[in-house]
């Protein structure tokens, strides 16, 4: 089994960086992909960005491309989550899910393990 837990979230004003932080417990594998989404209430969850655990490739939104990334030196089993240029729009619960296997799924059907998220909160 494993387990995964968001931290960092939080409220800011626009403009504002945040850094959130997934580490994932328990069971490890050898091939996995960490990813971000984020969910606001009463519309269903969108891909933010994932990091696939061989070679690091990173892959994100459109929405948040240029302004979030996933660096790329993170520990085994953790993942963050830059957040540069923050907007109100931004705001949602941030969820990290890992899927086993090094694929840049973008549908949250697609991954296997979640975290019970981070609030992130961007005033205007």
């Known amino acids: 089994q494993v387990q995964l837990a968001e931290s960092g979230g939080g409220l800011v004003q626009s403009g504002d960086s945040l850094r959130l932080t997934c580490v994932a417990l328990?069971?490890?594998?050898?091939?996995?992909?960490l990813a971000w989404f984020r969910q606001v209430p009463g519309k269903d969850g969108e891909f933010v960005g994932v990091?696939?655990?061989?070679?690091?490739?990173?892959y994100y939104s459109d929405s948040v491309k240029g302004r979030f990334t996933i660096p790329g030196d993170n520990a085994k089993s953790t993942m963050s989550l830059q957040m540069d240029s923050l907007k109100p729009e931004d705001t949602a619960v941030y969820y990290c899910?890992?899927?086993?296997?090094?694929?840049?799924?973008?549908?949250?059907?697609?991954?296997?393990?979640w975290g019970q998220g981070t609030q992130v909160t961007v005033s205007s």
């Open positions: 328990g069971r490890t594998f050898r091939d996995y992909s």
């Open positions: 899910a890992l899927r086993v296997g090094v694929v840049a799924a973008t549908e949250m059907h697609e991954y296997h393990y």
């Open positions: 990091i696939m655990w061989r070679g690091g490739r990173t």
